[in-house]
């Protein structure tokens, strides 16, 4: 699906500069383009995101504009090195440390609870299939016994989504990879952790936060998250008294 197709599945009028300016944000937050790093042709951007190349142009200079990229002539495009996420740099020297993980779970409390209430009332048909789709690979995953990781992020940004408020999934892109603390990736993942009777429980928590949004119950989508970070903030709790 094109960025245009995306937008307008949504019901919402194409503001497709905005929209590749908020994809390429996610993947430098992400670390798929690093600093230093040289961005695709817009050629080849324009490919990427099914758009044209005026738009990639001015989805370039509204990143320029922000000190993310910089543009060398005859060279390409560049990331900065300030366009590392202020987040990056909260915790970098004892980011391992399961302190850190209890600090970027009370920072999500902060932020989860009513992004789960507002698209619980604000979501569409679409941004709701993208939520329960979401959920259904975090259950192939298990199945075929893969990281979840990526997905269980891919779940609570589908949430922040559907708010509708740009915002909630521009601060879950710049916590990154730290977002789900139990994931392969991260260095909290261990193998005493991500066990199937684990994955299974945190699969549990999401249907119960799906279900309340999907039923459109703002009160009940808040309670289930709120219950969802509690437990995981618990179970980090555990571990760190077991140390």
């Known amino acids: 699906m094109s960025l245009n197709d995306e937008m307008l599945a949504q019901g919402r009028k194409p503001k497709l500069a905005d929209l590749v300016v908020g994809s390429l944000r996610q993947r430098i937050n992400a670390g798929e383009y690093e600093a230093g790093d040289k961005l695709p042709t817009e050629s080849q951007m324009s490919t ?8 990639v142009r001015e989805a370039l200079a509204a990143l320029a504009a922000d000190g993310l990229v910089q543009s060398r002539q005859g060279a390409g495009v560049f990331v900065m090195a300030s366009a590392t996420s202020a987040f990056s740099a909260i915790g970098a020297e004892s980011s391992n440390k399961i302190s850190v993980a209890l600090n970027v779970l009370e ?22 299939a993208a939520i329960q789709e979401a959920w259904n690979e975090f259950e192939r995953q298990i199945k075929a016994g ?4 990526k997905t269980d ?29 139990c994931d392969v990736a991260s260095p909290w993942g261990t193998e005493s952790v991500l066990t199937l ?15 309340a ?3 459109q119950d703002g009160d009940a989508a808040r309670e289930a998250m709120r219950r969802h970070l509690w437990l995981s903030q618990e179970r980090y709790r555990q571990r760190l008294r077991e140390q």
Do not use: C, W
């Open 213 to 215: 949004i999907s039923a």
């Open 153 to 181: 992020f891919a779940f609570h940004r589908a949430i922040a989504a559907a708010t509708n408020n740009p915002f909630y999934i521009e601060v879950l892109d710049g916590l990154g990879s730290r977002t789900i603390p």
């Open 107 to 128: 920072v999500r409390m902060g932020i989860e609870i009513e992004s789960a209430g507002l698209a619980a009332m604000r979501r569409s048909s679409s941004q709701d």
């Open 48 to 55: 990427i995101f099914g758009v044209s190349r005026t738009v």
């Open 197 to 211: 009777e684990y994955q299974m429980g945190l699969q549990q928590e999401h249907l119960t936060i799906l279900k």
């Open 146 to 149: 893969t990281p979840t990781g």
